[in-house]
């Protein structure tokens, strides 16, 4: 299975990085242009970007973008494909899901990472290493996502944009599973999961902005958007909640060498 990896051209540590990753796992991938604020399709006060719970910073627009072209590239090629941003880092059990994964059907999207939050999990898979996901709350590092899912999330997207694992967790309508163990973090998770990051590659400040500079501007309008998603999440709960459990899922112990020994050092 091919991978997509989402890289702005600047972040030159983390693209060297994922290329050593990719290699040591002896993963076909391809790099896509990450989108910027400065190359959006609209400007970041157009209305369009206005529809999710709050008022949306130029990064994360961009960042939603970068992954709507990976889906768009996903639904033009006819077959699934592995997205992970360049922070992205994987275990030595990835080849093998995903040698099992591409010529299976019946899924839209498979999750492989954690972020330290519970997640609404239900019924193993009778044959792979996964669990039917019904909530998940963050996170779009690193997933598998085939033509169908990304014509359900571009068309999402496209009428109300938002965060893009935001967009990717209300997506409902999509058959999610996830990785069990998890099989990917995020730099950002090291310190979290007891790892040390293989590059000091800090987040774009960008992201780092607290929510008081965001209440500022959220309306009337974001604060209804955001009750409703709220009520929206404790519906699916209440639905699954005879076929599902909330908890928190296992990370895999299984890493590449540069991490793993830097995981025990």
């Given at each position: 299975m091919r991978v997509i990896i989402i890289n702005?051209?600047?972040?030159?540590?983390?693209?060297?990085?994922?290329?050593?990753?990719?290699?040591?796992?002896?993963?076909?991938?391809?790099?896509?242009?990450?989108?910027?604020?400065?190359?959006?399709?609209?400007?970041?006060?157009?209305?369009?970007?206005?529809?999710?719970?709050?008022?949306?910073?130029?990064?994360?627009?961009?960042?939603?973008?970068?992954?709507?072209?990976?889906?768009?590239?996903?639904?033009?090629?006819?077959?699934?494909?592995?997205?992970?941003?360049?922070?992205?880092?994987?275990?030595?059990?990835?080849?093998?899901?995903?040698?099992?994964?591409?010529?299976?059907?019946?899924?839209d999207h498979v999750t492989l990472e954690v972020r330290n939050r519970k997640k609404l999990i239900g019924r193993h898979h009778p044959n792979l290493p996964l669990r039917r996901l019904y909530q998940d709350r963050t996170g779009a590092g690193a997933y598998v996502l085939w033509p169908s899912g990304a014509r359900k999330l571009l068309k999402r997207a496209s009428a109300r944009p938002g965060l893009a694992d935001a967009v990717i967790c209300a997506a409902y309508e999509m058959e999610i599973w996830q990785a069990t163990p998890a099989l990917a973090i995020q730099m950002d998770q090291c310190k979290t999961y007891s790892m040390i990051p293989p590059i000091n590659s800090p987040p774009p400040q960008t992201l780092q902005t607290q929510e008081e500079n965001l209440v500022l501007r959220s309306t009337i309008s974001h604060r209804i958007r955001r009750f409703l998603s709220q009520l929206r999440m404790g519906v699916r709960h209440l639905s699954k909640i005879a076929v599902s459990e909330r908890r928190h899922v296992s990370l895999s112990s299984s890493w590449p060498r540069q991490i793993h020994k830097q995981r025990n050092d």
């Open positions: 702005i051209a600047e972040e030159t540590a983390r693209m060297s990085f994922q290329h050593t990753q990719m290699e040591s796992l002896g993963l076909d991938w391809e790099r896509l242009e990450a989108v910027t604020p400065h190359t959006l399709s609209r400007p970041p006060d157009h209305m369009h970007w206005q529809h999710w719970e709050r008022s949306m910073k130029s990064m994360e627009i961009a960042i939603l973008e970068s992954h709507c072209k990976a889906w768009k590239r996903v639904e033009n090629s006819g077959i699934p494909h592995l997205i992970i941003e360049d922070d992205a880092m994987l275990s030595t059990d990835v080849p093998r899901l995903l040698d099992k994964l591409e010529s299976e059907s019946g899924f």
